[in-house]
């Protein structure tokens, strides 16, 4: 967890798509800091919405240099410099017990915790506290657990809504599942068992119009910055069945890694697809397209044939997008094959294939997963047509960096 000391700063990231509510849960915290003294960086004094309702009865606000000042010691300050020389600035120039910086929309809180874990002149003076990420429930539900295609909301450039969704859960130590008051009980339970086969560690806070105690939000330590790359679900499902299945070189079955799964409320589940023989990129890239409504989450490394890169498959609810990594170690010249060999012992290496495989998980609500096993197997290459390269066609990126939208929202 985050080392607090005197001279560390505590910082909770704040994130959520555009029309969540983030900016009424930073008016909530800045009305109801109590003894605290809060700092708070947003994107633009406008979005703050400072006015009567942002502060107490009675208190006054002065702005000055693109800072408003609270009569209850609080400030906001809007995000004109880089993030870095903001949050140093403000240590040094002005004193506070917190700081909430909220991500943009458009964007997942990582990389800005990142900025505070590295060897920089901002981790020397912040210590992270908690990822919070503010949900639209009936939104995120429309996105992962209905029939209808979620559509984007606000000026959220190309990137589709479920990925957005999808990345900042993802990474959350607390989710606010707000408007509920728009929901039945019923709908906010499947919205936090969904939310949990994301992020299993996530604490969920049901919220209207944001409004949460403080308290549940500052001051509780839940960043640990050696987790912040392990935090996703699909990242637990796979190290549960690298941990079930030492010799990965057969299908994986159905995997539950220790944390609770509400499958038998709500049909959440999970399992992992291996396989050393690789996909043929029409049959794979049609699967990928016809993947059902039910798959939340898919995610891993598939092995496409007459390809030498390790393609990365995420799919967040309707968007599908691959991206080519870098190559198979198998497919480097002997001489290169061998040092990063050497230098990768525990490397899972193939007679035949080398590093050559694939492994996907899947998640998803009351998904079909034989059916969704038959269908991947069918989508492998033939040994003919592992002979004839003419009939491997491919639309999956084979240039290092490379990414294709194999189906968009």
Known sequence: MATETA????????????????????????????DRTLAVLVNDMGAVNVDAELVAEGSELE???GVAELS??????????????????????????????????????APVARLFTTESRVAARYDVDTLVTVLDTPAFLEAFAGDETPQRR???????????????????????????????????????????????DAETISTTFSAVDPDRLLGKDL??????????????????????????????????????????VYGVSSF????????????????LETLPAAIVRAKGTAWIADNEMRVSIAQAGPSVRATARGPWIASL????????????????????????????VFIGTDHDESVLRTDLENALVTDDEWSDPASLESRFPDEQGAEVLVREP
Do not use: M
């Open 7 to 34: 001279e560390n700063i505590p910082v909770t990231i704040l994130s959520g798509s555009l029309g969540a509510g983030k900016t009424t849960l930073l008016n909530h915290l800045l009305s109801n800091a109590g």
């Open 63 to 65: 702005l000055e240099g």
């Open 72 to 109: 209850n010691g609080c400030i906001c300050c809007e995000l004109q410099d880089d993030l870095e020389t903001a949050v140093v600035r403000l240590a040094r120039d002005r004193s506070f017990d917190h700081l909430v910086v909220e991500s943009s929309g458009i964007s997942e809180p």
């Open 154 to 200: 606000g000026e959220e450039g190309d990137r589709p809504l479920s990925d957005l969704l999808v990345e900042q859960v993802e990474v959350s130590n607390v989710v606010l599942l707000n408007k509920a008051d728009l929901c039945t009980e019923t709908e906010l339970t499947e919205a936090a068992e969904l939310v949990r086969a994301l992020q299993p």
């Open 223 to 264: 960043f640990d910055p050696k987790r912040v790359n392990d935090l996703p679900g699909w990242k637990r499902v796979l190290a549960a069945a690298d941990a079930d299945h030492e010799h990965g070189d057969e299908v994986a079955h159905d995997s539950h890694h220790g944390h609770h799964h509400p499958d038998e």
């Open 272 to 287: 992992v697809y291996r396989r050393r023989q690789p996909f043929h990129p029409e049959r794979f890239a049609a699967f």
């Open 333 to 360: 010249p002997e001489v290169e094959r061998d040092l990063y060999r050497s230098n990768r012992p525990d490397l899972e290496w193939h007679d035949d294939h080398g590093d050559r495989r694939t492994e996907l």
